[in-house]
């Protein structure tokens, strides 16, 4: 409610709505009787470490971007993709069979930084709307951190539950959930709106 409803209602930018959850945490541990010194301190290293990681990671993927800008690199993947002569469904497919491969072995941060803004000059040319294919991205990043071999979401899981379950029982229950979000994929695909009507009415002109 505090960082995604003041982003929503206009009242902070994603910066200060960040403040004001970390706020509304400070508030939920004092409730929950949590809100000791050791853990703060401890709270803050973590977040200090964390922000230190992505900045490189920021640094790491802006300067990749900058020199493969400045190589060509975005114009050789849109002649590319203009030369091979493909329709807008299969460009979809093609792009997000990609970034499916890439999420078993990088973490979301690397693909959207580094991986995405490769496709989206390509986005006016094959006339797809960006809230569509992010939303598509952020489906197709789930169904990949689901799928065997390298489900990340089952190590996850199998790292907090080391000796309460089998990584082969995690797999199998992941099957489920997996094909869910791979038809909600198809849902979106067909009914377009599903992404589109939430921006639309937020930021209509």
């Known amino acids: 409610m505090l960082v995604l409803g003041t982003i929503l209602a206009g009242i902070a930018t994603p910066a200060e709505a ?29 977040t200090a470490k964390t922000t230190a990681m992505i900045m490189w990671l920021f640094i790491g993927s802006w300067t990749f971007s900058s020199v493969f800008s400045y190589l060509g690199g975005h ?11 493909i329709s807008t469904w299969q460009f979809l497919v ?14 979301w941060t690397e693909i959207l930084i580094i991986f995405v803004p490769i496709f989206l000059p390509l986005l006016e040319v094959f006339g797809v709307n960006p809230y569509f294919f992010a939303m598509l991205i952020a489906l197709n990043l789930q ?30 229950g992941i099957m489920p959930f997996l094909a869910i979000v791979i038809f909600a994929m198809f849902l979106m695909y067909m009914f377009p709106s599903i992404a589109l009507w939430l921006p639309e009415t937020l930021f209509a002109n």
Do not use: C
């Open 75 to 85: 114009e050789v993947f849109e002649h590319f993709f203009t030369s091979i002569n």
């Open 143 to 172: 169904t990949s951190f689901l799928t065997p071999p390298m489900a990340m979401s089952a190590y996850y899981l199998k790292g907090v539950q080391k000796t309460n379950v089998e990584l082969l029982d995690i797999f199998r």
């Open 18 to 46: 960040a403040a004001a959850g970390a706020f509304g945490a400070l508030i939920l541990s004092w409730f929950y009787k949590t809100l000791k010194w050791q853990n703060f301190k401890e709270s803050v290293f973590l």
């Open 94 to 107: 093609i792009t997000q069979i990609i970034i499916f491969l890439l999420g078993w072995p990088l973490e």
